[in-house]
């Protein structure tokens, strides 16, 4: 079992910066590739960001690339999302989520992740 935790989130001007960070407990953290979805209102779930186990890969939603990085420190069980240059479609709920990484892959969709934390709403204005 794994319990996530996000926090980071608020209102921020178009162009401004969010730092996003999930806590996580559980002793599998170690073991779980983490990532990043957020949902609008009316929409669907859809995925931002995600890294492997180890930190070694990582992947982007062509949407964020450039503007958001994801990382983690697992000696502190935290997974990141550094959000720069945001837009007001940025505006969403965010979740992190995590799943038990079997091999090289990562898992791109939400289906494939066991773990869900409850969200931090980030609000972009323009």
């Known amino acids: 079992q794994v319990q996530l935790v996000e926090s980071g989130g608020g209102l921020v001007q178009a162009g401004g910066s969010l730092y996003l960070s999930c806590a996580a407990s559980?002793?599998?953290?170690?073991?779980?590739?983490m990532g990043w979805f957020r949902q609008a209102p009316g929409k669907e779930r859809e995925f931002v960001a995600s890294?492997?186990?180890?930190?070694?890969?990582?992947y982007y939603a062509d949407s964020v690339k450039g503007r958001f990085t994801i990382s983690r420190d697992n000696a502190k069980n935290t997974v990141y999302l550094q959000m720069n240059s945001l837009r007001p479609e940025d505006t969403s709920v965010y979740y992190c989520?995590?799943?038990?990484?079997?091999?090289?892959?990562?898992?791109?969709?939400?289906?494939?992740?066991?773990?869900w934390g409850q969200g931090t709403q980030v609000t972009v204005s323009s």
């Open positions: 989520a995590a799943h038990l990484q079997k091999g090289p892959r990562i898992g791109l969709g939400a289906n494939e992740y066991d773990y």
């Open positions: 890294i492997s186990w180890s930190g070694t890969s990582t």
């Open positions: 559980g002793r599998t953290f170690r073991s779980c590739a």
